[in-house]
């Protein structure tokens, strides 16, 4: 900006019937080379409370995109469908307060399920989730579980009604939370994360799943590990990891051969899937190695849980000629903030060591 200033008063034009206040005052300034912003007069036109409605509608909408953003930013970590409706459930918590969602493609037998809930009111809850989305819906449904003392609320996903969303929650009606605000967008951003998660169920099932027992491999342990210790590190809550090994399974091998032997294992892989909970996450890890984590749960809980796999295992009465029947021992750590995987499984590992040197099929943390 050029500016000049004198103190002589300029004459004025003839063409101006008035001094501008300038020239009455003796200042000349330049403008050349100055930028003005344009400004919309139509702002001045507003009264000043429709101007503070304007910029607080501004702030709804940038904290309404902020959390879709989160939303979307989150899902984005995983393609595993279980660790994308469990990271669903934890971000809607905080808007709208729930005990279980469930999503369901009917092109498939599964539903994927994240429930908070434990112990009778769980089963029960998942009980009534399968029951909810035994069939496709057109439209929204709605209405309450008495017995659960919940209500329901049942999205289809897309408009060839193959995919089914599900809420149980406490509220007469979840639209009176600040879900409604953006249950177009929240639906919308959940399409396409779940697309991509059953499509690359379809093209990686095989390497990311044991051929014999059906359960996840270590790999997909180790993702799903890494998620969850990031949720347990935003949330605070507890995070179990337990290491299990199989007593007495190599008398069997030796003793009947490994055809048996795999059919064993694959007992036991359906006597555990049917003992731990949707939220856990089971994998085989080696050969007659398993791991859980168990997210959200104590050390008393997580003990709790492994010692019915023990008993589970006992009573399933398999055993060689003359050696004791198979069991389970299992070793329990929790995750510290400064736990990497690595020392994370070497302390749970050493757990299962203890229980081993114990008298076997017992559980140690």
Request: glycine letters at 4%; aromatic letters at 6%.
């Given at each position: 900006?050029?500016?000049?200033?004198?103190?002589?008063?300029?004459?004025?034009p003839?063409?101006?019937?008035?001094?501008s206040?300038?020239?009455?005052?003796?200042?000349?300034?330049?403008?050349?080379?100055?930028?003005?912003?344009?400004?919309?007069?139509?702002?001045?036109?507003?009264?000043?409370?429709?101007?503070?409605?304007?910029?607080?509608?501004?702030?709804?909408?940038?904290?309404?995109?902020?959390?879709?953003?989160?939303l979307?930013?989150?899902?984005s970590?995983?393609?595993?469908?279980?660790?994308?409706?469990?990271?669903?459930?934890?971000?809607l918590?905080?808007?709208?307060?729930?005990?279980?969602?469930?999503?369901?493609?009917?092109?498939?037998?599964?539903?994927?399920?994240?429930c908070?809930?434990h112990?009778?009111?769980?089963l029960?809850?998942?009980?009534?989730?399968?029951?909810?989305?035994?069939?496709?819906?057109?439209?929204?449904?709605?209405?309450?579980?008495?017995?659960?003392?919940?209500?329901?609320?049942?999205?289809?996903?897309?408009?060839d009604h193959?995919?089914?969303l599900?809420?149980?929650?406490?509220?007469?009606?979840?639209?009176?939370?600040?879900?409604?605000?953006?249950?177009?967008?929240?639906l919308?951003?959940?399409?396409?994360?779940?697309?991509?998660?059953?499509?690359?169920?379809?093209?990686?099932?095989?390497?990311r799943?044991?051929?014999?027992?059906?359960?996840?491999?270590?790999?997909?342990?180790?993702?799903?590990?890494?998620?969850?210790m990031?949720n347990?590190?935003?949330?605070?809550?507890?995070?179990?990891?337990?290491?299990?090994?199989?007593?007495?399974?190599?008398?069997?091998?030796?003793?009947?051969?490994?055809?048996?032997?795999?059919?064993?294992?694959q007992?036991v892989?359906?006597?555990?899937?049917?003992?731990?909970?949707?939220?856990?996450?089971?994998?085989?890890?080696?050969?007659?190695?398993?791991?859980m984590?168990?997210?959200?749960?104590?050390?008393?809980?997580?003990?709790?849980l492994?010692?019915?796999?023990?008993?589970a295992?006992?009573?399933?009465?398999?055993?060689?000629?003359?050696?004791?029947?198979?069991?389970?021992?299992?070793?329990?750590?929790?995750?510290?903030?400064?736990d990497?995987?690595?020392?994370?499984w070497?302390?749970?590992?050493?757990?299962?060591?203890?229980?081993?040197?114990?008298?076997?099929?017992?559980?140690?943390?």
């Amino acid at each position: 900006m050029n500016l000049a200033i004198s103190f002589n008063k300029p004459a004025i034009p003839a063409k101006l019937s008035q001094p501008s206040v300038e020239e009455t005052m003796g200042i000349s300034i330049s403008l050349h080379n100055r930028r003005i912003p344009m400004i919309n007069p139509s702002l001045f036109a507003k009264h000043p409370r429709d101007l503070i409605e304007e910029i607080s509608e501004y702030k709804r909408e940038t904290e309404r995109l902020g959390k879709i953003y989160d939303l979307h930013r989150q899902l984005s970590t995983t393609l595993d469908l279980d660790a994308m409706i469990e990271t669903f459930s934890r971000w809607l918590a905080p808007m709208t307060p729930h005990h279980l969602v469930a999503y369901r493609h009917f092109g498939r037998k599964r539903i994927h399920v994240a429930c908070s809930t434990h112990g009778p009111l769980r089963l029960q809850m998942q009980a009534a989730a399968h029951e909810l989305m035994v069939h496709p819906v057109d439209c929204v449904t709605k209405g309450g579980l008495p017995s659960l003392n919940q209500y329901f609320h049942l999205w289809a996903l897309n408009s060839d009604h193959n995919d089914s969303l599900l809420i149980l929650h406490p509220q007469p009606d979840v639209t009176a939370t600040s879900f409604c605000n953006f249950e177009t967008d929240i639906l919308h951003e959940l399409r396409g994360p779940l697309k991509r998660a059953l499509a690359y169920d379809d093209l990686y099932d095989q390497a990311r799943r044991d051929l014999l027992t059906g359960l996840v491999n270590r790999r997909v342990f180790e993702e799903r590990a890494t998620l969850e210790m990031a949720n347990a590190h935003r949330s605070g809550h507890p995070l179990a990891l337990a290491c299990l090994d199989l007593d007495h399974f190599k008398a069997i091998n030796d003793r009947f051969g490994h055809g048996k032997g795999d059919e064993v294992l694959q007992t036991v892989s359906q006597t555990f899937s049917r003992t731990v909970r949707d939220a856990d996450l089971l994998a085989r890890v080696g050969g007659d190695e398993f791991a859980m984590i168990l997210p959200n749960t104590s050390l008393e809980n997580a003990g709790l849980l492994m010692e019915r796999l023990c008993r589970a295992i006992r009573d399933l009465n398999i055993h060689a000629p003359d050696t004791p029947p198979l069991g389970v021992s299992v070793g329990i750590a929790l995750w510290s903030s400064n736990d990497s995987i690595e020392n994370w499984w070497h302390r749970a590992d050493a757990a299962l060591y203890r229980a081993k040197s114990k008298g076997r099929s017992q559980v140690c943390c």
